[in-house]
Every structure is written in C-alpha cells, then in structure tokens.
C-alpha cells in the first residue's frame, strides 16, 4: 500500500508531487554502523534529494552522555534545526539512504520535541532512486525560521522505568536487534557489552516489519507480525535496540497501528552496560 500520512509515513509519489510546496523540509538523516562500510555524509554531498539538508545523528544529540546519540536538549534540537532552516510551521520529510533503517529515529525526535508534522519517506533514497528521480549535490539555501519546542516525555523511558515495566509486566518491551543478538549468540557490536536481552521482553527485528523494497508493511500484516512474535496487543509498548535507532522503526509502526508506546533511549547500550541490570538469554 502506498502510505501518504504526512504525520508518519509518505510515498515516494507523494514528496515528488510536494517537492516545490514552499513550506517543505526534506532531511536526509542516512547513518550506518561500523560494519555497514558506508560515509552518510560523503553519500548526501554526492547525491541526494532536491533540497534535503543533512541531520546527523550524533551530532543533534546529547554531547553530555557517555551512550551513543541520547536526545538532546530540547534547546540544542531546536538551536541544531534552526541552523538548518527548519522551524515552525514546516512539513517536514525525513529519508535515510538504506530505505527505512535510521529516519525512523529522527521521526521520533520530532515527535518527542512534540513536532507532528513529520513523515518518513516509504522505502527512502534507494526507492526514490529505483524510480529514476531527480537528485541534486548542492547544498540548499539556509533560511532562518524560528522554531518552539514543547518535549513529550510520554514518549521516551529511561533505565529506572523499563527496570519497572519488566518487573511488573505492564508494558510489553519489543526489542528490534537480530535473533541473533536478542538470544545472547551473537557479540555485542559495542565492545564492553554483556550480550542477551531485558528479562521478559520479546523480539521483533526490525527488518520483519519491512516489505521486500523496503517499505513498511500494511497495518494488518504489522499486526501480525508483532502477535507472532508474543506481544500483547492489549498492552503499551516500550520500543529497544542497540542504541535507540532501529527501535524507533518499531514506534513508527505502532504509530501507524494506533498503539501506545514509549522508546528506551539507552538500549541495550545502556542495559547491557551495568552488571547489576539483570538480563536474559534464549529466544524469547
């Protein structure tokens, strides 16, 4: 199906028919892990989107912590916004360039810093590319617009919350890393990590939420794939991972389901950090 929410998800067809609208950001928000051996900012500065600025995710982040791309202030996402020339009143299209892995997560931030007129790009930069659109390697024209931000804490758990919610088992926790990692087989990408997952959480890789070019899949089959995996429809959802950046896909879909949820930003980051945090192996 081909999604055009401007709150969560739209079409490649949809930004091509609303790539001149005046009050239309784009952000190219690619970012890889190590292993991926691919340079996002090298990537946006050869090709990307007509008019797209680039949002790094580390860098419009919280400087002050030792986890990886925390959130920022809400005075730091607002100052790093401006600077890119996006502010109130803006719709804005966030794409990442291995189809939907890390724009998700800037969606997210938006939602947090209490933005709602954010989407992801469906299937992102290899879509568009596939489809044969336009690209450009100019940098856009800046221009300043002011920006208010009023942060959603609904939306975001620390370390001490999802303790509480895997204690008490009033939220189901879905955790977005590999089988793999989420059972305890594979290392940790992030040395000093214990390897496994939260007690009492289960395992929804990211990539099965995904249709075969990279777009999400219809709510019905999100549904089921979340119901295969044991998760509780009739619970809220605290959304983790690796360090809060695939989780955030997870949100998006619930998003799209209608249901609840809350992202742990530490992850497993975090979790499998502190020796005193108990953990789990096996599959779920």
């Known amino acids: 199906m081909a999604y055009n929410d401007p709150k969560t998800l739209v079409s490649t067809q949809w930004l091509a028919a609303h790539l001149k609208d005046p009050d239309l950001r784009i952000l190219d928000a690619s970012y890889y892990l190590p292993d991926m051996g691919r340079d996002a900012k090298a990537e946006y500065a050869e090709a990307h989107i007509p008019g797209a600025r680039y949002f790094d995710i580390d860098d419009v982040s919280d400087a002050r912590s030792d986890l990886p791309h925390m959130a920022p202030t809400t005075e730091k996402f607002m100052s790093r916004l401006r600077a890119m020339g996006v502010g109130d009143g803006h719709q804005v299209v966030v794409y990442d360039g291995a189809g939907l892995f890390s724009a ?60 509480a919610a895997a204690k008490l088992g009033d939220w189901a926790i879905v955790d977005a890393r590999s ?83 809350a992202l742990y930003d530490g992850s497993w980051s975090e979790w499998g950090l502190y020796p005193d945090l108990k953990i789990a192996t096996g599959k779920a």
């Open 104 to 163: 998700a997560r800037v969606w997210w931030l938006f939602r947090l810093m209490g933005k709602e007129d954010v989407a992801v790009l469906d299937g992102g930069l290899p879509k568009w590319l596939a489809e044969g659109r336009e690209t450009e390697d100019m940098p856009p024209v800046i221009r300043d617009r002011h920006m208010t931000v009023t942060r959603r804490n609904d939306l975001v758990k620390d370390v001490t919350q999802v303790a």
């Open 179 to 261: 089988p793999g990692r989420f059972a305890g087989e594979e290392d940790e990408p992030r040395e000093g990590l214990r390897a496994g997952h939260i007690p009492g959480s289960q395992n929804v890789h990211y990539s099965t939420l995904l249709n075969a070019d990279g777009t999400m899949k219809a709510p019905p089959d999100l549904a089921e794939t979340f119901a295969a995996a044991g998760v509780d429809p009739s619970k809220p959802v605290i959304t983790t991972c690796g360090s809060g950046v695939t989780a955030a896909i997870l949100s998006l879909a619930l998003e799209i389901m209608g249901r609840r949820h």
